[in-house]
């Protein structure tokens, strides 16, 4: 029979007044559930009723994703394919609205709630930390507008908290097989975005400094690591099979944004995607990596701050260190309930620092609401992004200044010019059509076309952008080419006619989509077979 986690009854950096705190002492707090599920099912219903009434639509990466899943080849595809195996599955059982093609995020979103609830637990946190850890989660802008779009960014956070409360666990003495846990979570990392090797590598050292090094001399940490390699083979496979893309890949970021990253702007970054939560994110930093009484925790802090520090020396965006903030507010939110129980000469000031701690979360997510989810139309939002943080909150990841910010004016103008395209297309005689190829110059606009076009009686759009390039031109010469998105001059060289057949704006599109023409080609110098070699890695 296992024995049960006990250690001495105080340790030796409490004084006996403090001897009834929580600790890595005494087992666990209970979970709060009805505070930590109420919030949980807020945030759920937040998502939900937002994508029934949003004035916008689906975002241009959620049109990559769907197309991946429609083209899903698990074991050959140039981006981690876990995104594309839960577009097919969402789709497949719930439709394409838009709370079906997000409800995976949503529910992400919501267990990211519970999970910083948990890890305050395991801390010591009792109700009040752990109601503060999740309320923190659902406050921040950044974890709203991750939750309510269908994007990786999501699913990476929620593996790395899973990882860290694993390595908590561990860290507190739990059965040797939430190592096995801890794999599973690297492992479904590793399907989703190449990102899960920065906490990987912060989390093994970590290990190394603290006393889990000494599980390294059994098979439990080993066997981790073979089971994450294991569930994330297909990444790997698929980028050897098609000659390591994600090099070029980082290379094309790291040139056209992350050379503009700078440290003062990576930090800044914090502060504008949690609001005052930071500061309860940065007292948990600090207590994990030097509070005695946070020692046995002390792994999680170290990989933590190991995260941290691989970001910024790699001119990570702000968001990359999005996943390590439930861990940290977790830390903190103990912190804040351990000091009010020790405050015995002071308890009410305490108490009134808790209550200004949850005051300044819920009245920051109220403000900043419209800011974390598509709920204002784009003019109200125009004027109430810029009233909270004029440029700043308009600012694009290649430092240019939209009339939105950037996930908005990305959800806009793709019925449009889906429209367009298909009124060219039904002017066509039937045999011309029967030829027809629709030729996009991006994955958005490719990826608008596959997604609403099929309706209009549209076939696939073809483009050589990023992931697309690896669908392959298709079957037809390109003979008759409807295009949108290229400017006459990228199709000179290519057809004998050109000619412009429609204009398609929209006011609060995203710039490179705000004035679109449609053209149509006839009289192709080379097939699209030909040509398709030399276009690989264009963008």
């Not at 830390?331 to 200004?356: H, I, K, N, S, Y």
Request: hydrophobic share 55%.
């Amino acid at each position: 029979m296992r024995r049960p986690r006990t250690r001495s009854a105080i340790p030796s950096s409490l004084s006996p007044e403090e001897s009834h705190l929580p600790s890595a002492a005494t087992p666990a707090p209970r979970l709060a559930r009805p505070i930590v599920a109420t919030l949980a099912a807020l945030s759920l219903a937040l998502h939900v009723v937002v994508n029934l009434v949003s004035p916008y639509g689906v975002h241009r990466d959620e049109f990559l994703y769907m197309a991946m899943g429609r083209h899903l080849q698990l074991w050959r595809m140039d981006f981690p394919p876990l995104i594309a195996i839960a577009s097919e599955m969402q789709r497949s059982l719930l439709g394409d609205s838009l709370v079906a093609i997000r409800m995976v995020s949503a529910l992400a979103g919501a267990l990211l709630i519970v999970l910083a609830a948990l890890l305050a637990r395991e801390m010591g946190g009792g109700r009040a930390a752990q109601a503060l850890a999740a309320l923190c989660v659902l406050g921040a802008p950044l974890f709203m507008r991750t939750a309510i779009l269908f994007q990786p960014v999501v699913l990476d956070q929620l593996w790395w908290t899973v990882a860290l409360l694993a390595l908590a666990r561990l860290a507190n003495g739990a059965d040797r097989r939430w190592w096995l846990a801890l794999g599973t979570a690297l492992g479904l990392g590793l399907l989703t975005k190449f990102s899960i090797g920065v906490i990987a590598i912060a989390v093994s050292v970590a290990i190394v400094l603290s006393p889990l090094r000494r599980a390294l001399l059994t098979s439990w940490p080993w066997l981790a690591a073979l089971l994450a390699l294991v569930l994330g083979s297909p990444s790997i496979v698929g980028q050897i099979r098609l000659g390591f893309p994600v090099m070029r890949q980082m290379s094309d970021l790291q040139q056209a944004q992350l050379s503009h990253v700078t440290p003062a702007a990576f930090l800044g970054g914090q502060a504008e995607m949690l609001g005052p939560a930071v500061l309860l994110a940065a007292a948990g930093l600090a207590a994990l990596l030097a509070a005695p009484w946070m020692r046995a925790w002390r792994v999680l802090g170290w990989s933590c701050l190991g995260a941290l520090t691989l970001l910024l020396a790699t001119h990570g965006k702000a968001y990359y260190a999005g996943p390590i903030y439930p861990t940290l507010f977790a830390a903190g939110a103990v912190a804040l309930e351990r000091a009010t129980a020790v405050a015995a000469r002071r308890p009410r000031r305490w108490r009134a620092v808790q209550w200004a701690a949850v005051g300044a979360v819920l009245a920051f997510g109220v403000i900043v609401l419209p800011v974390g989810v598509p709920i204002l139309a784009p003019a109200k939002m125009e004027r109430y992004a810029r009233m909270l943080g004029g440029d700043r909150a308009l600012r694009t990841n290649r430092g240019e200044v939209e009339l939105l910010p950037q996930d908005y004016a990305d959800m806009l103008g793709w019925p449009e010019q889906v429209a367009a395209v298909a009124r060219v297309y039904r002017g066509l005689s039937r045999e011309d059509r029967a030829r027809a190829v629709i030729l996009a110059s991006n994955y958005g606009e490719a990826g608008a076309i596959d997604f609403y076009g099929p309706r209009l009686g549209l076939p696939p759009a073809i483009t050589a952008a990023g992931t697309y390039w690896f669908f392959g031109p298709g079957p037809l010469p390109g003979e008759i080419a409807i295009t949108v998105g290229f400017d006459d001059g990228d199709l000179k060289p290519f057809f004998a006619s050109v000619t412009r057949v429609a204009t398609v704006t929209h006011p609060y599109a995203v710039q490179e989509e705000r004035d679109q023409i449609v053209h149509l080609c006839r009289g192709p110098f080379r097939t699209l077979q030909q040509v398709w070699p030399s276009l690989a890695g264009r963008n």
